[in-house]
Structure formats: C-alpha cells, structure tokens
C-alpha cells in the first residue's frame, strides 16, 4: 500500500536533544513535504517544536502539509497562513499534584544523583509532566553518557509505574521520562492524525529512535503502524533520502 504520512519523533530522531534540525535535515524535510504528509511528534512543548523545527523550515505553502504534535500528541498544531492549535488534553490540578509528588518519591527511592543540573529538571507542559534528570538545558554530551541503554530511567519507570498506575509513563529523549494521562501517548497522536487527516493507520509510516517497550516510540509501534528504529540524525537523513527516492512526487502525480 502506498504511505500518505511519514510521522516522525524529533529528539534522538530529527535532531540531537533540545537542538534544532540541521539545514541538511530541514531541507530534506521540505522536500518530503513536496511529496506526501508528514508529522512529528515529540515529548517536547510547543516552544521546543518552534525553535527546533519550525524556526528551520521555509515558511511557504509547503508547511500546510505539516502537523505538529508536542508532548507526545496531546497537542495537535495545523498551518493555515500562521499555527493553529487544534486540541490540548491538560492535567487537572489534582492529577498534576499526584504526578508531582509520586515523580519525587521515584526519584528518592531510585537514588540516583548528579553533580550539576542544567535548568529545570521538571517541566510541567500542561498536558505532560517531562522529567529531565541533568535539566533541561543540560549539555548534549551530558546527557549522551548519563544513561545509554536506559537502565536507570528503566528503574525510576518502574518505581513510578507502581505509584501512578493510572498514568502513561514513558521514556524519551536521552534523558527524560514523560507523563501523561491514562491511554494519551503517542499512539493518541497517531489516531488523531488518523481521524483528522482520513488517512488510515496502514498508509503511514513512523520513524523513531524509542521503539523498544518502555520507549515513548513504542505504543506507535503496538497501534500497528510500520515504524523503522533509527540511531540518530543521520540514520533518519538515510531512510528520508530512501522515501523520497520511492513515492511519487505529488505535483507529478496530479
């Protein structure tokens, strides 16, 4: 079946954590978007979209084919001459203060410190919790040798599973853990586009670097959807030169 939506995730994917596309990445983005639909969708809020992808990106007509969703889909953004949101699935105050305070209990019994914390190392982004363990704003290469292969955010994972069993916990970027509500992730996001686009769940393809259990990629991956494990950046630049070289460019095909 043809695809008619590429769907990416940003951090770890389309870019280094926290850091915007290159001008390699964003051009091979805007050539995609002449020829099919594309989505991203990311642990990271609006702000971080902005700066990271949409700042890098050529503001033409080209963008109407693009939908963004921050915080693992439970924000939804479509281009119509400026980005309009379309839904947001915000904590009430009661499930953001049982987040909070169950994150701190994980986080004392799993013990693990750091020397230096960049920025702020919780993020309420209305809609998603976002534990970040060096903050924010921490160095890439920080956050790269702070936990590799995931073990120590398997760990706080699985303390905070037991203590907030009715909330999505996952794994994203290099260093964080996202929270959301119950049955909202990424796999959310994919159905939203899938209503709202019409484009069913089989004509899509997802590319990610977080498709392992426990990975904020992963619940894409159990939606069905054909998803490719990437390494970074330059594994995604790989398999967008391949999409590309495969479908048919759109304006031909009119």
């Not at 389309?14 to 051009?27: I, N, R």
């Not at 963004?68 to 009661?94: A, R």
């Not at 994203?172 to 686009?197: E, H, N, V």
């Not at 967008?240 to 304006?251: E, G, K, N, S, Y």
Request: with cysteine; hydrophobic share 35%; charged share 30%.
């Amino acid at each position: 079946m043809v695809k008619r939506l590429i769907v990416f995730d940003l951090d770890g994917t389309l870019a280094e954590s926290k850091s915007a596309v290159d001008p390699e990445m964003a051009g091979l983005l805007h050539e995609l978007l002449g020829i099919v639909n594309v989505a991203i969708i990311s642990g990271g809020g609006w702000p971080q979209f902005e700066k990271q992808v949409v700042s890098k990106l050529p503001h033409d007509e080209r963008l109407t084919q693009l939908s963004l969703l921050p915080t693992c889909g439970t924000q939804f953004y479509q281009y119509s001459g400026d980005w309009k949101k379309l839904y947001e699935e915000d904590f009430n105050e009661k499930e953001r203060k049982q987040i909070l305070s169950s994150l701190h209990k994980a986080l004392a019994e799993a013990g693990y410190k750091v020397a230096r914390i960049w920025g702020e190392a919780i993020e309420d982004r209305g809609s998603q919790i976002t534990f970040s363990a060096l903050g924010q704003q921490a160095p890439l290469e920080e956050k790269n040798e702070w936990d590799p292969d995931y073990a120590k955010r398997k760990e706080i994972k699985a303390i905070l599973d037991t203590y907030i069993p009715e909330f999505s916990v996952r794994l994203g970027g290099s260093t964080s853990i996202d929270i959301t509500k119950p049955g909202i992730d990424k796999a959310y996001g994919i159905g939203k586009l899938r209503d709202l686009l019409h484009i069913s769940l089989k004509e899509m393809i997802y590319i990610g670097d977080a498709l392992f259990p426990g990975g904020n990629d992963y619940p894409v991956k159990e939606a069905g959807v054909d998803s490719i494990q990437v390494k970074g950046p330059d594994d995604t630049k790989q398999v967008v030169r391949t999409i590309i070289a495969c479908l048919p460019d759109r304006d031909r095909a009119a």
